[in-house]
């Protein structure tokens, strides 16, 4: 109170150990003094452990000068010139300029010397800012307060004096002096301008409200002059509510200051953030207003232009349309044909079982009767081509993007089990099923599993287990793989497919084991990759191939799977590769997995049934080609009078 009736009002209260704006009241009547300077107290201890308070004469409309300053510990210091902090919001520092454009010659010089001149006398030691309020009508300025650390906009200076600030704080503080370093005053010269942007996760039109979220897509503006200090700023990064927004830093460096000022608002332009809400189109009318063109603007800037808050809506297109791709894709098109005339509706023609007979025996009840070693050699003595069904889990997941309903597939379980017991195995869990069954679905994988089970108990079920990462995208402690693979065993699962992206043996030796440990078929997987027809490519040669077939064999699989994930198998190259495999090792079931994406699946498929491999994955034909596996019937069909016909299959 004492210090308001000797100096008038208004004054500010300030947080002694705070920042950023927190634990700070303006107080223009002598009756509010004790209520604000209790608030501004509290808060500031709260923020920042200690409520000690300063009380200053409170200046309306000022510029906000920082002078940067090292020090060494023999006594020398020196300045690095100033910097515009002018724009902020609630006291809060949103744009920072160096140097501080359109300043008085005279001004810049004395608060350069006053600046080196304070530090001096308490012989102050390494990076800091000297902090000055500016009274533009009546060339006053003001001593704020000393920041005893590295600023956030400490950059701009970086860019307009050529000096690392971070690394000469840390040789100061190893013992170098300022000449070491090479840091003489007469010798530092700011060159052109920078300007600094700071993006956060807060939406202006809400009043700056921080969000918090996950980043869907994170693209940042960069190019000639400009620089981008970031961390947590990525595609998939989680924004927490319980930490600062501040997301990255946009520093833009011109040799003028309109230049700067443009190239600022280019890079900001070119941002692309979406899943959380930022402040970069207010940033953006900050930029191009033609009074912060000018230079001058003072801290009442933002307060004084309600126009920077008019905000052009965010159009997202691009996220948009991938979202109108991605909902096509799973539920088809919602709008009517070029003709305008919907589509006629086509009752299909379900065929008629009779259930009242037995379940047919198929070749899961040898497996249960002999177990995994026996039923692998039954899979070698057998005449003909078995087939692997895909529909129930690869070519849903490759076509619909795994939304094929429990229930869907429930309906058609039953026709499996009386019409297609001849059917080697169903692969219907594993890959994507299991996330997308709880995150999408909204269904529990294992219950999908249980009661496939009890409708098709005579056909071998079979999934993708990947390797270390078991069925999630991620590696996990090998006591959950061997538990998953002993919990899966016990509900239905009879092959394992087990494989890694890299062809990364321990961890497929891990899974391996485990499904072994389990009681379940071990099918060992090489993933193909490049292509053995084309002698140039040597990287994934035949030698690559065979010497990863011996370590799975020596590893004790069942069955070897070649696993084309990318449908890059020729028909050349499989029969080169399942021949050589076929050679070496004759007691082996072999079975291939590709995709039809080229179009080259079936002739694929009827190669590596001429060169000696025992199943094959394809799909039913309505669920077959592009990304999906070959067509079952056109397989069924070219191999029909041959001597690796699947004759078992040509009356169903």
């Not at 000469?168 to 000449?179: D, F, H, N, T, V």
């Not at 070897?560 to 021949?579: E, F, Q, T, V, W």
Request: hydrophobic letters at 40%; glycine letters at 8%.
């Amino acid at each position: 109170m004492e210090f308001c009736k000797q100096y008038g009002l208004p004054v500010i209260l300030k947080a002694a150990y705070g920042g950023g704006g927190r634990g700070m009241r303006v107080v223009r009547r002598l009756e509010d003094i004790k209520q604000n300077f209790e608030l501004a107290s509290s808060e500031a201890l709260a923020a920042f452990g200690n409520g000690a308070m300063f009380i200053e004469k409170f200046i309306e409309r000022p510029r906000h000068i920082e002078v940067q300053i090292l020090g060494d510990k023999y006594g020398n210091v020196v300045h690095l010139y100033e910097r515009d902090c002018s724009v902020q919001r609630r006291h809060q520092k949103l744009v920072e300029i160096a140097p501080a454009p359109s300043l008085d010659p005279t001004i810049r010089k004395s608060l350069l010397n006053d600046a080196v001149r304070l530090a001096s006398s308490v012989d102050y030691e390494n990076a800091g800012t000297v902090e000055f309020l500016y009274d533009q009508t009546t060339g006053h300025y003001y001593f704020i307060e000393v920041n005893a650390r590295l600023q956030v906009e400490h950059t701009v200076t970086e860019e307009i004096t050529g000096v690392d600030l971070v690394r000469s704080q840390i040789r100061l503080a190893e013992g170098r002096s300022l000449s070491d370093l090479n840091l003489c005053q007469d010798k530092i010269e700011p060159h052109g301008f920078a300007i600094q942007c700071r993006i956060t996760t807060e939406d202006p039109a809400k009043q700056f409200q921080p969000d918090s979220g996950r980043i869907e897509v994170f693209q940042s503006g960069e190019g000639m002059g400009i620089r981008v200090d970031s961390a947590s700023a990525f595609a998939g990064a989680i924004i927490s509510p319980y930490y600062d927004s501040l997301l990255v830093k946009i520093i833009a460096r011109a040799s003028n200051f309109r230049l700067a000022a443009k190239k600022m608002l280019r890079s900001l332009a070119e941002f692309r953030i979406h899943g959380v809400k930022t402040n970069i189109p207010f940033l953006m009318n900050v930029i191009k207003h033609e009074q912060f063109l000018s230079g001058i603007v003072d801290t009442n800037f933002i307060d004084e232009h309600p126009d920077l808050f008019d905000l052009p809506p965010a159009k997202q297109r691009a996220q948009k349309l991938l979202r109108y791709i991605g909902n096509t894709m799973v539920n088809g098109p919602s709008t009517l044909l070029a003709t305008k005339l919907p589509p006629s509706d086509i009752e299909p023609k379900v065929p008629k079982i009779s259930y009242a007979n037995s379940i047919p025996r198929g070749w899961r009840n040898i497996l249960l009767e002999k177990g995994p070693v026996e039923f692998s050699k039954a899979i070698r003595s057998h005449p003909h081509l078995l087939i692997t069904d895909t529909t129930m889990r690869d070519a849903h997941q490759s076509l619909l993007a795994t939304r094929v309903r429990t229930f869907d597939l429930l309906r058609i379980g039953p026709y499996l089990a009386y019409q297609m017991p001849q059917l080697f195995s169903i692969e219907n869990w594993g890959g994507a099923t299991f996330d997308v069954s709880m995150r999408f679905l909204h269904e529990c994988p294992w219950e999908r599993l249980e009661q496939l089970r009890n409708v098709i108990p005579n056909i071998p079920f079979q999934m993708l287990l990947r390797g270390a990462n078991a069925v999630g995208y991620k590696n996990y402690p090998d006591n959950i793989i061997y538990k998953f693979c002993e919990v899966a065993v016990k509900n239905g699962i009879d092959i394992f497919r087990i494989f890694d992206s890299l062809n990364y043996l321990p961890n497929l030796l891990m899974g391996m084991d485990a499904v072994g440990t389990a009681g379940g078929v071990v099918e060992g997987s090489i993933c193909y990759s490049g292509d053995l027809s084309n002698p140039k490519l040597d990287k994934y040669n035949l030698k690559y191939y065979m010497d990863l077939t011996d370590q799975l064999v020596k590893a004790g699989t069942h069955i070897l799977g070649i696993k084309d994930m990318a449908g890059l198998l020729k028909p050349n190259a499989a029969r080169i590769l399942l021949s050589a495999i076929r050679d070496r090792y004759p007691d082996i079931p072999i079975h291939l997995h590709t995709h039809d994406t080229a179009g080259a699946g079936v002739a694929c498929l009827l190669a590596a049934a001429e060169s000696g491999v025992d199943i094959v994955d394809v799909a039913v034909d309505s669920m077959s080609g592009l990304t999906s596996q070959p067509s079952m019937g056109a397989l069924v069909a070219c191999l029909k009078h041959t001597d690796t016909s699947c004759y078992e299959l040509e009356a169903t």
